[in-house]
């Protein structure tokens, strides 16, 4: 059944073992780092390149101007039913950097809460969106986040993986964009395990993935298919493929990594 969701959208069905850590994927070829479980490590590569000048031909390819298009094609089911009482629900993104997803979303009535671990990502969202007051507060929440709060919308700098309902409060949704993607395979466990700690029985996650044959080419973004979220978020999420798109023509540099097919897969998860 999860082979046909792949290719026919608006596939709904269970997955297996939210907790499951037995079947993780190994370290894949090419990765970011060689100790992908360090923190420090985990970070060089995108701190590399946050600090390469703005206009560096591929800085932060993934970073984009525009609201990304799945979540304004899925926005209604993305927030679901209780949608008109969007000034009460928050709103997760997770590894946020300085996504413009983030305004927009605050601009739904939403309460949005970013999380990156890179202090230029957040310097810069701060200077592109100035009617956006983010204030750093001389507290810091638990768990050694650092808190850049304002009106609807705060970032939380720290390592993701430290996340807590302490440290963050729960979430009624989540936009995984550019986050699960990111990750190093053999941390995947480990991200759902601290993202599924933070989000409330009910609460819905758009999850956009990049899916094509890593064995063209290394990540990251690493593939991640409808076989992988199902593993990945077991039996305690129902999840539907809501969209694939062929996307290689917008990627010339994965045609260039020898990558031949890519589709960009939106996923809507929904926590029983």
Avoid at 134 to 140: G, M, N, V
Wanted: charged share 25%.
């Amino acid at each position: 059944m999860a082979a046909e969701a792949k290719t026919q959208p608006e596939t709904s069905h269970p997955a297996k073992n939210v907790n499951e850590e037995s079947s993780e994927p190994t370290v894949a070829a090419g990765s970011e780092s060689s100790r992908p479980d360090d923190p420090q490590e985990r970070l060089t590569r995108w701190v590399a390149g946050w600090a390469k000048p703005r206009d560096a031909p591929g800085r932060i390819a993934f970073h984009k101007a525009d609201p990304n298009p799945n979540l304004l094609k899925n926005l209604e089911k993305f927030l679901g039913p209780e949608q008109e009482a969007g000034e009460n629900r928050r709103v997760l993104v997770p590894l946020c950097g300085k996504t413009v997803d983030m305004p927009f979303l605050s601009s739904k009535g939403l309460d949005v809460v970013g999380v990156e671990g890179i202090q230029t990502a957040i310097d810069e969202f701060r200077e592109e969106h100035p009617d956006i007051p983010l204030e750093r507060l001389d507290r810091t929440s638990e768990g050694g986040f650092e808190v850049y709060a304002g009106p609807g919308l705060s970032i939380l700098r720290g390592d993701f993986f430290e996340l807590t309902s302490a440290s963050a409060g729960t979430f009624d949704l989540c936009l995984d964009r550019a986050a699960l993607v990111a990750v190093h395979p053999s941390l995947r466990g480990k991200y759902v395990a601290a993202l599924d700690g933070v989000l409330k029985p009910g609460a819905r996650i758009l999850l956009v993935g990049m899916n094509y044959n890593q064995e063209e080419m290394s990540g990251p973004p690493y593939s991640i298919d409808i076989k992988e979220v199902d593993r990945l978020f077991g039996n305690g999420y129902d999840a539907q493929l809501l969209t694939a798109n062929d996307v290689l023509k917008d990627y010339p540099n994965f045609v260039a990594k020898g990558c031949t097919a890519l589709k960009e897969d939106a996923f809507l998860l929904v926590k029983r």
